[in-house]
Nanobody
Framework: VQLQASGGGLVQTGGSLSLSCAAS????????MGWFRQAPGKEREFVAS????????RYSNSVKGRFTISRDNAKNIIYLQIDSLKPEDTGVYYC????????WGQGTLVTVSS
């Protein structure tokens, strides 16, 4: 499956962004999906995930209450709504899919200015 992430950009502290990830796979609803991020000089870390049907979501403690993951299986897209952005949210955000294997998108850069 190919994943295409978009929506990153430069935003001020407290601002919002909406990230999208489009998948090429027709059996999209079978895939467990999510987002990871990698800050400069740090390892990639888990941000959020969503089950195939969208009924189960998980978030890292650092983003819980500020980020919302969702999906539209009719459009083969997942979303990450990011609110109340902080400078520590800066990084490259990667879309991720799981079904037997892990799949990664190319990443989209989010920069939060203080």
């Amino acid at each position: 499956v190919q994943l295409q992430a978009s929506g990153g950009g430069l935003v001020q502290t407290g601002g919002s962004l909406s990230l999208s990830c489009a998948a090429s796979e027709r059996t999209f609803s079978s895939y467990f999906m999510g987002w990871f991020r990698q800050a400069p000089g740090k390892e990639r870390e888990f941000v959020a995930s969503i089950s195939g049907g969208g009924g189960t979501t998980r978030y890292s403690n650092s983003v819980k209450g500020r980020f919302t993951i969702s999906r539209d299986n009719a459009k083969n897209i997942i979303y990450l709504q990011i609110d109340s952005l902080k400078p520590e949210d800066t990084g490259v955000y990667y879309c991720w899919a799981l079904w037997r294997l892990n799949y990664w998108g190319q990443g989209t850069l989010v920069t939060v200015s203080s």
